[in-house]
């Protein structure tokens, strides 16, 4: 500053750089500072690249794996046990698709598939037991049957009871041979595993005492079931006209009951006609219907 003496004062007030020497002084400190600068942070473009690659590659390793699971499988055979998991390429075991996190649709092998179906054989050698006798339109993985005759004849007398006959034609359509099929036979018939008689006694039970059918219905069925008559004589001996009359009037009395709207001649040709249906003579038949009406004129 000029005084008016024309002198200069000595004692100037410092000129102060309000931006540029702050920040050079402050660059300065940081580069004296022993701290490390920290990393900068990534460009947001290299990161959202990063993250399309990533989707990309997912993506073609789903289409992978999809194109895999529609490409036909070979069925290979793993002796010892089942058919083992299929790894599909992207590290999914999806041979069985019970396993809830797997993230592919499920994808079952063909050995799998025939293991879990309800007419599949078990081959004793990879375990049997795990499925059932094929029947004669079941699909089946090989041809020929792969359980043990011994194991076949017990599962199918499990479901019911079976006549000798019908024993012989099941394992039959299996594919046993017929000498192996007639010695199982023999050894069933000697455990009495079968038993025609008394599979007869059990007909005529169920289909008379049961069903209310008539003789000649039931020993229809015991022929159909390939029962031959000195099994089935025996039983049909229990059912003596007596009782089978009794049996018949029993069925037109209850129908006459429920039928009060008819009028006689009506509901008596449909009793007739019901009675003959089940199997009772036409004498038979007449007898069991005067009965009824008698029964029901009186109140009895």
Not at 35 to 41: C, R
Not at 206 to 234: A, C, M, N, Q, W
Request: net charge negative; proline share 7%.
């Amino acid at each position: 500053m000029r005084h008016d003496d024309g002198a200069e004062d000595s004692q100037l007030a410092p000129v102060i750089d309000l931006f540029g020497g702050r920040r050079a002084r402050a660059q300065v400190a940081a580069s004296s500072s022993p701290t490390p600068p920290a990393d900068p942070a990534p460009p947001v473009a290299d990161r959202s690249e990063e993250r399309l690659a990533e989707v990309r590659a997912a993506a073609e390793e789903i289409i992978a794996a999809s194109r895999r699971r529609n490409a036909p499988e070979p069925s290979p055979s793993v002796p010892g046990g089942d058919a083992a998991p299929v790894d599909d390429g992207a590290g999914w075991f999806v041979e069985d698709g019970t396993d809830p996190d797997t993230p592919a649709f499920p994808r079952i092998s063909q050995a799998a598939a025939a293991a879990r179906s309800r007419w599949a054989v078990a081959d004793p050698a990879i375990g049997a037991g795990s499925g059932d006798i094929r029947s004669d339109d079941s699909p089946s993985v090989d041809s020929g049957p792969r359980l043990s005759i011994e194991e076949a004849s017990t599962r199918a007398l499990a479901r019911r009871g079976l006549s000798v006959s019908e024993m012989r034609d099941k394992l039959s359509s299996i594919g046993y041979p017929a000498d192996a099929i007639e010695t199982e036979i023999e050894r069933l018939l000697g455990a009495r595993y079968l038993d025609d008689a008394r599979l007869a006694e059990e007909i005529v039970r169920v289909e008379f005492e049961r069903k209310g059918k008539g003789r000649s219905v039931v020993t229809g069925e015991l022929r159909r079931r390939g029962i031959s008559p000195d099994d089935y004589l025996g039983a049909l001996d229990d059912i003596d006209t007596e009782l089978e009359l009794e049996r018949a009037a029993e069925i037109a009395y209850r129908k006459m009951s429920s039928s009060s709207d008819l009028d006689a001649r009506t509901a008596e040709r449909r009793l007739s006609a019901l009675l003959a249906r089940r199997g009772f003579s036409g004498d038979l038949v007449r007898a069991a219907v005067a009965r009824a009406t008698e029964r029901l004129a009186g109140g009895n």
